[in-house]
């Protein structure tokens, strides 16, 4: 692919004004990271924005994409925060620094793939080799895959993983300390998280009485009212142990998605969390 540098492509970026109106389109269900194809009637390579305008373009949990123009960014950080902006609905929860961008391109065959951007290199690539930029961000390709039901192939490895549980104090989530601790086989998916696990602290017979009563496959079933989270641990403490001053809920999907499940699981001798929230 050249890149010569094109007169409207070379003016986008100096010509962008803060005065330029976002606009989001609804593309239907395409998405060029996957497909080799292309919207009805648009080539990429006859697509040119507005002088000052950039195309960003995002899957969507529905298999969709959609699109958003957007007043052509300074740098990789202002792309980053606008793409935050204006694809709200599709990057809830996600900070502007861990948005991907990559540009979508087409390779010698003839098909539609994307490629990496060093931030440091914004200025000089994108204005002269973009015409349509990508917007990913870490875990999505995993929650896409959730929504459409798809399977994870990797095999599965088990080991010891270590428990903590979780109860509210005066307003506070508050952890079982680590002398504490139960530990159980890593598990395969939600309904085998606790098989093996003896409720002997007080505060896991807390959880043991707020799932549904009279089910069956108490002690892990989920409770009536939602009360009852999983939770993982993405830091470590100074002995290198997990660390409970950082906790991240399981998505919805993971209770019900064996697959989704894995993908979220710490690693052996890591520490999930079952609070009562």
């Not at 606009?23 to 697509?47: I, Q, T, W």
């Not at 309904?191 to 496959?217: I, M, N, S, V, W």
Request: with cysteine; aromatic share 8%.
């Amino acid at each position: 692919m050249s890149t010569a540098t094109t007169p409207s492509r070379a003016r986008r970026r100096t010509s962008a004004t803060k005065s330029a109106q976002l606009c989001v389109v609804d593309a239907g269900p395409r998405d060029p990271a996957l497909s080799n194809d292309r919207p009805a009637g648009v080539d990429a390579d006859d697509y040119s924005p507005p002088p000052g305008v950039l195309r960003l373009t995002i899957s969507t949990q529905g298999g969709g994409t959609e699109l958003a123009l957007i007043p052509f960014p300074e740098t990789y950080e202002d792309a980053q925060r606008a793409a935050v902006d204006v694809l709200a609905p599709h990057l809830q929860g996600v900070l502007p620094e861990n948005v991907e961008l990559r540009g979508v391109i087409q390779d010698r065959d003839g098909s539609w793939t994307t490629a990496a951007i060093r931030p440091r290199d914004w200025n000089t690539i994108v204005p002269t080799c973009y015409n349509e930029v990508m917007v990913a961000s870490h875990g999505m390709r995993d929650s896409l895959q959730d929504a459409r039901g798809e399977e994870d192939e990797t095999p599965f490895i088990y080991g010891r993983l270590f428990v903590t549980a979780g109860t509210m104090k005066g307003g506070l989530l508050t952890w079982t300390s680590s002398s504490n601790w139960g530990t159980i086989t890593r598990p395969a998916c939600y309904e085998r998280c606790f098989l093996g696990l003896t409720f002997d602290h007080y505060d896991l017979k807390l959880l043991k009485q707020a799932t549904r009563p009279g089910d069956t496959t108490a002690p892990w079933a989920i409770s009536r009212d939602g009360s009852v989270k999983m939770c993982t641990f993405p830091t470590v403490d100074p002995t290198n142990k997990p660390s409970t001053q950082v906790w991240l809920p399981l998505p919805a999907a993971a209770y019900t998605s064996p697959a989704c499940w894995r993908r979220h699981m710490p690693g052996p001798e890591g520490l999930i969390g079952v609070a009562r929230i």
